[in-house]
């Protein structure tokens, strides 16, 4: 993968499956296909495409679909997190997904992959500064 050096052997999977989601995306209406995968401090992956609607608003992202897969197996704490799209320009996770994310973790590692082959590192702290989490209500995950 351009642009990443994937030294934990997780990371190179974990990307895999956010592609492998992507491909599987039902987005007919926006055309555009997003896939996530995230990586829960188990080891175990979980994956997710996002699903659009003849109701709009009814859509749900791949990010969010991804996590819920996890917090119905049990899995509370994310590692890692990938999020894949086949256009150029790369993803960039939604306002509610961030904050969806906050919800498992105060941080994590977050890779974002596009359709070149190329993928790029940030973390939560990044894309969700002075985040507001279940600390703040004295909820400890
Ligand atoms: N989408 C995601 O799945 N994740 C994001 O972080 C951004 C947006 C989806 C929702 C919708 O199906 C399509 O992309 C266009 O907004």
Known sequence: MKGLNLDHNNYAELLAQAKEA???AYAPYSGYK???AVLWTSGRITTGSNVENASFGL???AERNAIFQG???GERKISALAVAVLTEEMPSPCGACRQVIREFCTDCDIF???GCGEAKETSLKKLLPDSFGPEFLDINI
Do not use: D, F, Q, W
């Open 34 to 36: 997003v896939g996530a």
């Open 112 to 114: 974002l992959i596009n």
């Open 71 to 73: 917090t119905a197996k």
């Open 59 to 61: 859509t749900i992202c």
């Open 22 to 24: 992507c491909s599987n």
